[in-house]
C-alpha cells in the first residue's frame, strides 16, 4: 500500500488526553495501539528510547509508507506516535491496520501541524524526539540506529543529518539535496536550518524551551531550532548520510505568498531569538538552495 500525507495536521496537547479517551459518536476522538493495551516502552541499559512522532491530515495516499519505513528500522527501542488532525479519509483505517506496531495513537480535530507536534511531544517517553511527517520516509533500516548510536558516542543534545526531496509520484527520483554540514546558529540568518526531519533532540530540552508557538502559520519548526541554537545553546553533531527522503510538495512550498509569509517568519523567528537578520541576508540563501537543486 502507497503512502502520503498532502497537508500534516495536528491535536491539541493538553492534560484532558488521556489513552483511555475513545470518544466514537460522530467520530471526534478515536484512538489506539500498544499503550491501550497497557504495552508500554522504556529506555533500557545501552539502548536509549526514541521517539519518533508523525502528524498527519488526510494522508491516507502516503501515511502506510512512512508507517513501514518506521517499523523497518534494525533499531528495536523506537516508541512511535501517530497524531491524526482528524481526517475524513481512509487515514484512520490505515492506523487501526497498524494497531499493533503504533505505540499511540490519536484522531481528533485539531488546531494545526505546530499543535500536533506539541501534542506528540507532550504524549511521548523516548529521551529522544524526532518528527517524520506522513509525507516523509526514513531511508533505509539503519536510520534511528545510525541516530542512537550517534547519541551514545558523544552525548551531545542533538543530531541531525542528510535529505532529499523526492518527486512525490516517484521516489527515486530526486529533485533536490539538503545537506548543511558546516552548519554554524549563524545560518539562520539567511534561513538556512538543519533538515528538520532528520533533527532528533533530547525531550529535556523541549522541556526547558517549551513548545512549538502556534501563532506561526509556516516556520515554527525554524523558531523552534533557532530558540534551542541561539538562546539554549545546545550542542549538536551532524551525521553525514542521508536519513530521511521527503515528498515535493508541502506546508511551506505553496508559491510567492507562502515564501512571503514564511520569510516575514523567519525575520521574526531570528529577531525573537537574539539573531539579527533582514531579506537581504534572507536572499543569500538562494544560490544554496540552486546548488541543492537536482537536474
Not at 529522544?128 to 509525507?135: E, H, Q, R, S, T
Not at 542512537?148 to 527520483?173: G, M, Q
Request: with cysteine.
Amino acid at each position: 500500500m502507497k503512502i502520503d500525507s498532502t497537508s500534516v495536521r495536528s491535536a491539541v496537547a493538553n492534560d484532558s488526553v488521556h489513552d483511555s479517551d475513545v470518544r466514537l459518536p460522530s467520530g471526534r476522538v478515536t484512538n489506539g495501539g500498544l499503550r491501550s493495551r497497557d504495552i508500554y516502552k522504556h529506555s533500557l541499559p545501552g539502548k536509549p528510547l526514541i521517539s519518533v512522532i508523525t502528524v498527519v491530515f488526510n494522508g491516507a495516499e502516503t501515511l502506510a509508507d512512512t508507517i513501514e519505513s518506521v517499523i523497518k528500522q534494525r533499531y528495536d527501542n523506537i516508541e512511535y506516535i501517530v497524531i491524526d488532525g482528524g481526517s475524513s479519509d481512509a487515514t484512520v483505517d490505515i492506523l487501526r491496520q497498524y494497531d499493533h506496531v503504533i505505540d499511540y495513537w490519536i484522531s481528533e480535530k485539531d488546531s494545526g501541524i505546530y499543535d500536533a507536534m506539541n501534542k506528540g511531544i507532550a504524549l511521548c517517553s523516548g529521551e529522544y524526539v524526532g518528527m517524520l511527517n506522513a509525507d516523509d520516509l526514513f531511508f533505509g533500516e539503519n536510520a534511528v540506529l545510525d541516530i542512537a548510536d550517534r547519541f551514545r558516542e558523544t552525548n551531545v543534545d542533538a543530531v541531525f543529518s542528510c535529505l532529499n526531496i523526492v518527486d512525490r509520484h516517484n521516489l527515486e527520483k530526486i529533485r533536490r539535496k539538503y545537506r548543511v554540514a558546516a552548519f554554524t546558529p549563524t545560518f539562520l540568518r539567511i534561513g538556512v536550518m538543519p533538515a528538520h526531519p532528520t533533527f532528533y533532540c533530547k525531550k529535556s530540552c523541549y522541556e526547558k524551551t517549551g513548545m512549538y508557538k502556534t501563532d506561526y502559520k509556516i516556520a515554527a519548526d525554524f523558531e523552534m531550532l533557532a530558540r534551542l541554537l541561539i538562546k539554549q545553546k545546545i550542542s549538536w553533531s551532524f551525521i553525514d548520510k542521508v536519513m530521511v527522503i521527503m515528498r515535493s510538495g508541502g506546508l511551506s512550498n505553496g508559491g510567492l505568498m507562502t515564501s512571503i509569509t514564511l520569510n516575514r517568519e523567519i525575520v521574526r523567528a531570528c529577531k525573537d531569538n537574539g539573531l539579527y537578520t533582514n531579506w537581504f541576508f534572507l536572499a543569500l540563501k538562494l544560490p544554496i538552495r540552486l546548488f541543492e537543486l537536482v537536474r
